[in-house]
């Protein structure tokens, strides 16, 4: 039991160290550096520590506990970007919201990654759009208004 926690404990504090060293390296890159960022795999750094822990390792989601997690893998819902950078601003059900956790870089950058590589969506999602699609929702955490007509 004890060890349960304190390997749980020691698991959150690693994701902790993931996210600031992404948001390091994601300021570094905003800086106009010559390199471009590397956002196909900062996208996949992204999933693998946050998104992956409930949708599982092949994008095709799972069930249990009461819990329903759709599959982002060949989902056809993903097709517009505006979905899945909406449901990353506002979360939906089940899932939470990431503005306090994921920088508009960062949440570009994870749903580059699941739309190219899981689906056959390759066009980029940029910062500026997560921007874009953010001045256009109400801040986070308000109920779903993806049938709002926006
Ligand atoms: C705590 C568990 C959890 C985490 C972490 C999580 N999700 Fe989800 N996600 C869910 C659940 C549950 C739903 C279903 C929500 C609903 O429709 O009620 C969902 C739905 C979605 C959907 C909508 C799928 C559809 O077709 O309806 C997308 C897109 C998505 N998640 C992407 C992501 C991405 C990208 C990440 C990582 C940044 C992520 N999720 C992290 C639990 C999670």
């Not at 092949?58 to 997690?69: L, P, T, V």
């Amino acid at each position: 039991m004890k060890r349960g926690w304190s390997s749980i404990l020691a698991m959150a504090g690693a994701s902790v160290v993931f996210l600031a060293a992404v948001s390091g390296r994601a300021q570094d890159t905003s800086g106009g550096g010559s390199s471009g960022p590397p956002a196909v795999s900062e996208g996949k750094e992204i999933y693998e520590q946050i998104c992956q822990a409930c949708h599982m390792a092949d994008a095709r989601g799972g069930g249990g506990a009461g819990a329903q997690i759709p599959a982002l893998a060949g989902n056809a819902n993903l097709k517009d970007p505006k979905f899945i950078i909406t449901i990353l601003l506002k979360g939906r059900g089940g899932m939470p919201w990431f503005t306090e956790m994921l920088t508009p870089a960062q949440m570009a950058a994870v749903a580059t990654y699941v739309r190219g590589h899981f689906n056959s969506y390759p066009d980029p999602i940029s910062e500026a759009d997560v921007k874009a699609v953010a001045a256009s929702l109400d801040g986070p955490g308000k109920p779903d208004c993806m049938t709002c007509g926006n």
